[in-house]
């Protein structure tokens, strides 16, 4: 599974979510958007983190941890 953070810099909420995935035992891709715009146009979050699995936006900022792993068991 692609895992992707969109990120901005000096993110808080990014760092939260980055630990999650970390205490799950998920590898991930960070991706700041303020260097790779072009991720912006294909998901258009407004607010960061944004979460992409496998090329789906799946959430925008901090999702409950629940949530998350059953996502993540979903698309596994």
Same mark, same amino acid.
């Given at each position: 599974?692609? /895992? *992707?953070? &969109?990120t901005?810099?000096?993110? /808080?909420?990014?760092?939260i979510l *980055?630990k999650?995935?970390d205490?799950?035992g998920v590898? =991930?891709?960070?991706?700041?958007v303020?260097?790779k715009?072009e =991720?912006?146009?294909? =998901?258009?979050i =407004?607010?960061?983190?944004g979460? /992409? &699995?496998?090329g789906?936006?799946e959430?925008?900022?901090?999702?409950?941890? *629940?949530? &998350?792993? *059953?996502?993540?068991?979903? /698309?596994?």
């Amino acid at each position: 599974m692609k /895992v *992707e953070i &969109l990120t901005t810099p000096d993110c /808080v909420n990014c760092s939260i979510l *980055e630990k999650m995935l970390d205490d799950i035992g998920v590898s =991930y891709e960070k991706i700041d958007v303020t260097e790779k715009p072009e =991720y912006l146009q294909k =998901y258009p979050i =407004y607010t960061a983190p944004g979460l /992409v &699995l496998n090329g789906k936006l799946e959430f925008t900022g901090i999702p409950k941890k *629940e949530k &998350l792993v *059953e996502k993540l068991k979903i /698309v596994k």
